[in-house]
């Protein structure tokens, strides 16, 4: 019954490697995001996607590559970590009809990413 | 840019009393929404109360009400009768009409007293 659900929930690694957290909503929605809360909570908008679109790409750095395969997912990539990439990161999918940003986002349970 | 400021990174208030956490936000557009989002230790972001800046009546849930005065771009959560379970961050955000991401506050944490 879980509406965004994330992949995993806590991920530890070293700095270098290159990891994956998984994002699926069955909401029927068809806008997803990440966002990144740092250490002192505040929350950042990374990646938007509608549709399996990318709408909304923030400065973030390369390293940081989302992928859609349907409408359904966003995953997100992250090669070369570091360790200012330590931090809790939340997927978030909304219905937007053509990316009007009309709708309420409903939050995944987060993934707190340590870099060691 | 549009910003959000909280300026209460705490709060604290006994149960069962009343609480008002502050929000103002910084914009030049004349339609968007706002959002209070609550999270709990668990982590999960959860949401409170939303308020479209073309309404003029303030939204309300159970007992969490909002104070918008669009003019002031003031934005505050008032929690009545205030339960242990309310105890968390609670993250005001911004979001503008025709892009979908939102810019949030900083963070109240609310602590309730028993």
């Known amino acids: 019954d879980t509406a965004v659900s994330q992949t995993p929930k806590y991920l530890v690694t070293q700095m270098g490697n290159d990891k994956s957290i998984k994002c699926e909503q069955n909401?029927?929605?068809?806008?997803m995001y990440w966002y990144k809360q740092d250490s002192k909570k505040f929350l950042k908008i990374m990646f938007s996607?509608?549709?399996?679109?990318?709408?909304i790409n923030e400065t973030v750095p390369n390293r940081f590559s989302p992928k859609s395969p349907d409408k359904a997912h966003l995953n997100l990539h992250i090669n070369s970590l570091e360790l200012g990439d330590s931090a809790v990161y939340f997927c978030a999918s909304s219905q937007d009809r053509g990316g009007a940003g009309t709708d309420t986002q409903y939050f995944g349970p987060g993934t707190r990413l340590t870099v060691l | 840019a549009q910003t959000v400021t909280q300026s209460q990174p705490e709060m604290s208030v006994q149960e069962a009393e009343t609480v008002t956490l502050s929000c103002t936000y910084d914009t030049s557009e004349s339609d968007y929404y706002l959002f209070w989002y609550k999270q709990p230790p668990s982590r999960q972001m959860i949401l409170v109360i939303r308020?479209?800046?073309?309404k003029q009546q303030n939204a309300t849930e159970n007992r969490f009400s909002v104070n918008f005065q669009k003019a002031a771009k003031s934005f505050s959560l008032k929690i009545s009768d205030s339960q242990l379970g309310d105890a968390a961050m609670y993250f005001c955000a911004y979001r503008r009409w025709g892009r979908g991401d939102m810019r949030f506050g900083a963070g109240t944490r609310l602590t309730v007293k028993p």
């Open positions: 909401l029927g929605h068809d806008t």
């Open positions: 996607y509608n549709n399996k679109e990318l709408i």
């Open positions: 308020q479209e800046a073309y």
